[in-house]
């Protein structure tokens, strides 16, 4: 049914461990947010090309939409903004590549209409993320809700500014799945048999 | 894992048909809106006694989220709030017989805590919506979208202010699946072997 698996998820929802899952059993690659990052970096992004790249992508609709409420003035790109054009870039590149597993980023919009996806939303309860995210990153000085409320705004935010869609709402998705109760290795498995079928 | 289905639907996604294969996978009985509303009727829920059950109900907490924003004067009921004590009623019977699909009707919300739940939530995109309407619904003087959009609203004030949450957030729900991308049948196929595993 889909070549491309997208997932998008609430931090300590396991949707990382959900999509390495998948990727392994279906033998294709998974691409998180750090390789993501880490290639843009690497891939000569600096911050001319990145620039050049911006101009070219602020005249699309996508882009228009995002420039629209940033304070810079027009035609410029802050560093968050080059960072979103270069990690775009290298996820039409891996896209390319072939089936393929993304985690976050907002690969289901960047790759909309261009491949068949299969959109994923994996979530959880607050009592599982608070108690995943301690067993995962370890204990920190900031409070469990308030790690877990300032990622889910960060990625609410980031994902609205450069996508115009909320991050979360079913209709954005295929499947939504809720780790907490589900399981993660159950929700991996439903993938899996989706994707194959 | 659960013993009993609860199906949220969008109005057009065909979430009562999956409810209807679901069920006779598992034989198990379906119960949906039109079968809760006249047992309710049918199970002798006269004024009185709905009345009474009424009164018993606002000493709980559900129901005193539900009257704080009723118009009437403290203490009585409209004709909905009859409606919803006495389908309450009628779900928590059926409930107690065993094994069994309920598709809307807030059972989700009714019968949390009481049982092990599946909660589903099936949706769909607008075009599929608009289309599964006319096939079974039939034509009618009103536009598609304009019936979408109304059922829609209902739903969503009536599950607010029965619940004081909000229907179609994942977060209320274990899986949440798109019948618009994932077709019908896989929808409950997904759901079949989750209960079963």
Same mark, same amino acid.
């Given at each position: 049914?889909?070549?491309?698996?997208?997932?998008?998820?609430?931090?300590?929802?396991?949707?990382?461990?959900?999509?390495? $899952? /998948?990727?392994?059993?279906?033998?294709?690659?998974?691409?998180?947010?750090?390789?993501?990052?880490?290639?843009? /970096?690497?891939?000569? !992004?600096?911050?001319?090309? =990145?620039?050049?790249?911006?101009?070219?992508?602020?005249?699309?609709? *996508? !882009?228009?939409?995002? &420039? +629209?409420?940033?304070?810079?003035?027009?035609?410029? &790109?802050?560093?968050?903004?080059? &960072? *979103?054009?270069?990690?775009?870039?290298? =996820? $039409?590149?891996?896209?390319?590549?072939?089936? #393929?597993? !993304?985690?976050?980023?907002?690969?289901?919009?960047?790759?909309?209409?261009?491949?068949? &996806?299969? %959109?994923?939303?994996?979530?959880?309860?607050?009592? +599982? %993320?608070?108690? %995943?995210?301690?067993? /995962? @990153?370890?204990?920190? +000085?900031?409070?469990?809700?308030?790690?877990?409320?300032?990622?889910?705004?960060?990625?609410?935010?980031?994902? %609205? !500014? @450069?996508?115009?869609?909320? *991050?979360?709402?079913?209709?954005?998705?295929? =499947? #939504?799945?809720?780790?907490?109760?589900?399981?993660?290795?159950?929700?991996?498995?439903?993938?899996?048999?989706?994707?194959?079928?």
């Amino acid at each position: 049914m889909s070549k491309i698996i997208t997932i998008s998820r609430q931090f300590g929802s396991g949707g990382r461990t959900i999509g390495k $899952l /998948v990727a392994e059993a279906l033998k294709i690659p998974c691409y998180d947010q750090d390789i993501i990052e880490k290639v843009a /970096v690497q891939s000569g !992004f600096d911050k001319n090309i =990145i620039a050049e790249k911006g101009e070219y992508a602020a005249s699309s609709n *996508w !882009f228009g939409n995002a &420039l +629209s409420s940033v304070t810079n003035a027009p035609g410029t &790109l802050n560093v968050q903004d080059n &960072l *979103w054009v270069a990690q775009r870039a290298v =996820i $039409l590149e891996l896209a390319q590549k072939g089936p #393929c597993v !993304f985690v976050g980023r907002c690969a289901d919009y960047i790759l909309q209409d261009k491949y068949a &996806l299969l %959109r994923t939303y994996i979530y959880s309860d607050l009592e +599982s %993320r608070k108690k %995943r995210i301690i067993d /995962v @990153y370890g204990e920190s +000085s900031v409070s469990p809700e308030k790690r877990l409320r300032e990622k889910d705004k960060r990625r609410t935010a980031y994902y %609205r !500014f @450069y996508t115009d869609l909320e *991050w979360g709402n079913p209709q954005n998705y295929d =499947i #939504c799945l809720n780790s907490g109760t589900i399981g993660i290795q159950k929700c991996a498995d439903i993938l899996i048999d989706l994707y194959t079928s």
